[in-house]
């Protein structure tokens, strides 16, 4: 199978091609110049916020700037993110150990999303926007294949009604709704929690199980495999329809796909949006009709940009 960037390619999708590299010895030569003059001053800004000491102000682009670490708790050990040793030169000199998400090559986590400390993540599965992952007091955990909608809260708890602390585990295939809330609680393979919906400590939403949009399962709810509960406590509503469950596979899938576009788009550098700006431009100027451009410019068949006057 193509991979997403050569469908685009191929389907002329917006902007048609990723930043093409430098050409030609002058090209290459100022691109090499360039590039070693940028890292020259990332290395000069990073060394004098260091002599700086922790007041320094440092500004920052990122492509997601809410990947971020915790500090795992003395004689505690992390269950899904790698422990990652501070250098002994840094900013937070408290700081001796940091916990870092963990999540596989093809995962997508949209710009807005925030994915904070013990988080492990699996193939396939995405974070989209507004959407807030917090493993600050315990593990949230993520199998593969699995959609967490937008503005989603998902997080652990410390201490519960029993005294056991309760991490988060969401498994494959599964689609979490917008807006919805899962807290401390266990979301089986094939399940779908609905729009709005909240699972509440110690739940266990079973394998192919629907939480309706807007329920609220109350704290240590055992919901069986392939049931429908809805209402506020949720209820047994009636068992799983065979089209319902054949659109729970069809919605993770569709999420994956849909997943790939956004991290195609979100990946664009600076210089490939202003490109793929000119393209769009110089499409609306070749699409009006009574435009006098038509009569003095030959366009490029793919991107639509005046290449040459017409002779």
Known sequence: MPSIVS??????????????PAEGFIEKTLSAVGGILRGLGAALDEFGAMVQGPGALKETVQPNLAWAPTKPEEG??????????????????LLKQIIMPVKADNVFIAPSANVLGDVKIGSGSSIWYGAVLRADVNAIHIGSNTNIQDNVVVHVAKYSIDGKAKPTVIGSNVTVGHG???????IKDNALVGMGATVLDGSVVGEGAIVAAGAIVPPNTNIP?????????????????????????????????LAAQHAFENGKSFEELATESAVERERAIAADPTNSVHQMWV?????????????
């Open 180 to 186: 919805a809330t899962v807290h401390a609680a266990t």
């Open 7 to 20: 469908q685009f390619r191929s389907a002329g999708y917006r902007f048609p091609y990723r930043h093409p």
């Open 299 to 311: 366009f490029d068949r793919q991107t639509m940009i005046a290449v040459s006057p017409k002779k």
């Open 225 to 257: 495999a392939n049931q429908v509960w809805a209402g506020s406590p949720a209820r047994f509503l009636r068992d799983v329809l065979p089209e319902e469950r054949a659109f729970l596979t069809a919605s993770a899938a569709n999420y994956a796909s």
């Open 76 to 93: 505690s050990s992390p269950q899904a993110g790698s422990l990652v040793k501070v250098p002994a030169v840094t900013r937070v000199p």
